[in-house]
């Protein structure tokens, strides 16, 4: 039986087994209690309630304005309903870069105020000082490499990273640099594939592509991209599963209709 079925509660650990046995790990994003639950039964390894609420929940342009409260809030409710997966807390931009106690107080407030099970951070080298101290408490940390969101003012575009020698190079060292400060895995978002590849390959750790290629040890998707709901996000690396944004608009014309008709509610539907 794989590691996955055979766990009760997916753990940092299991991830670690399941890279050494070459087992692939699932991971989606959750960010309220109905949309948790179904990703928990559907038995996906890792939820990531990711800062991309601050996108898929609040319509906003960027990943910038998500705050520490915003965070908690949301994995509050996916806590509530998630019994197996490993659920990751990203940690919002301005709680823990250029500052590591900051970093460590946002991480203990995310861990006791959530009950989650670890936090993400994304960058290499400038914040592996906020990495290491937040580990020196017991939080896991899983970090984030190649287009990291937040820093998309840095960049200017949401094109794809690390092309050139010298990008790819940082981020292979930076892959390395956040293994020794303890990391249990690493994101990595929207990079060439076989750069993906030497990555995996050259750490011990975990490592969850996003647009990074098949040679990850782990695919991971935002989960309203996955089921169709967001539809104006049409990059390469996203395969649609469901076109839930047309189910959904068909469901509540069918609901304007029969009410407008006068077909709803029904004598059975009635009391
Ligand atoms: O916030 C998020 O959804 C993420 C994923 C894209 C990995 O960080």
């Given at each position: 039986m794989s590691i996955h079925a055979n766990a009760k509660k997916i753990t940092t650990h299991t991830l670690q087994e399941m890279k050494a046995a070459g087992e692939k790990i699932t991971m989606l994003t959750a960010y309220d209690y109905s949309l948790a639950k179904l990703v928990d039964q559907g038995g996906v390894d890792i939820i990531l309630v990711g800062d991309s609420a601050s996108n898929v929940?609040?319509?906003?342009?960027?990943?910038?304005?998500?705050?520490l409260e915003h965070m908690i809030y949301h994995a509050q409710c996916v806590e509530r309903a998630v019994e197996k997966a490993l659920i990751v807390v990203d940690m919002p931009?301005?709680?823990?870069?250029?500052n590591s106690r900051l970093a460590l107080e946002s991480a203990i407030k995310i861990m006791k105020e959530t009950n989650g099970h670890a936090v993400k951070l994304e960058g290499g080298s400038e914040i592996v000082e906020s990495i290491e101290r937040i580990l020196t408490a017991g939080i896991p940390v899983m970090g984030h490499l190649g287009?990291?969101?937040?820093s998309i003012y840095k960049f200017g575009t949401y094109s794809v990273r690390a092309k050139e020698e010298e990008e790819a190079k940082k981020l292979i060292e930076d892959a390395k640099l956040l293994e020794q400060a303890g990391c249990f895995g690493i994101v990595l978002e929207k990079i060439p594939s076989e750069l993906a590849r030497a990555v995996t390959e050259s750490v011990s750790i975990p490592i969850i592509g996003i647009g990074a290629g098949?040679?990850?040890d782990g695919q991971v998707l935002v989960l309203h991209d996955l089921l169709g709901i967001t539809t104006d996000f049409s990059p390469r690396f996203l395969r649609r599963y469901l076109n839930l944004e047309e189910s959904i608009t068909d469901a509540v014309k069918s609901f304007c209709k029969d009410v407008r008709d006068g077909d709803f509610p029904n004598e059975s539907e009635s009391y």
């Open positions: 929940m609040a319509g906003k342009d960027t990943t910038v304005p998500m705050t931009f301005g709680t823990y870069q250029g287009l990291t969101p937040q098949p040679h990850c």
